[in-house]
């Protein structure tokens, strides 16, 4: 049985990466760590990023799990215009999330719809802003309900 974090993590960015971003050259890809390339963020990047899943007992056998799915957005920039525009394509981005009106919902795993929560931070930590680039982390926690029991392949 596969990971529910790898395919949430997998879904989200399928559907991200079909919705037509301004500006038109942000790219989005799926990856199992955000490895940063500076020279090669010239133009909008979008990482989507399993995270992390936190299991509580809400039942005898049953079980609900929040996954949560890291999502990188970032790019080098040189004026105020393009940081307006960097925030303007992550607000897009988070109402995308917060919506969840994706035309390939059915590619979603089973019992993942719209998320519990979603957060943003910008700039965490005040990284890389010496080599002017400008990022964000969106967060998205997709809440399961599972019963407490291995799955027979």
Same mark, same amino acid.
């Given at each position: 049985?596969? %990971?529910y974090l790898r395919e949430i993590a997998d879904a989200l960015a399928t559907s991200l990466g079909e919705v037509s971003w ?12 955000? %490895? ?77 719809? %719209? ?33 407490d029991e291995l799955q027979q392949e």
């Amino acid at each position: 049985m596969s %990971s529910y974090l790898r395919e949430i993590a997998d879904a989200l960015a399928t559907s991200l990466g079909e919705v037509s971003w301004m500006p038109a050259s942000t790219t989005v890809e799926r990856k199992n760590w955000a %490895s940063i390339d500076v020279e090669g963020m010239e133009d909008p990047v979008v990482y989507v990023v399993p995270g992390s899943a936190d299991v509580s007992r809400i039942g005898r056998l049953t079980s609900q799990t929040d996954y949560e799915i890291n999502v990188f957005v970032g790019r080098r920039v040189t004026s105020d215009a393009d940081v307006d525009e960097m925030l303007d394509l992550a607000d897009d981005i988070l109402r995308h999330i917060k919506a969840h009106e994706f035309d390939d919902l059915e590619e979603w795993p089973e019992g993942v719809t %719209s998320p519990q929560a979603v957060t943003i931070d910008i700039n965490p930590a005040d990284a890389l802003n010496e080599r002017n680039v400008w990022r964000a982390v969106i967060v998205a926690t997709y809440r399961i309900a599972e019963f407490d029991e291995l799955q027979q392949e």
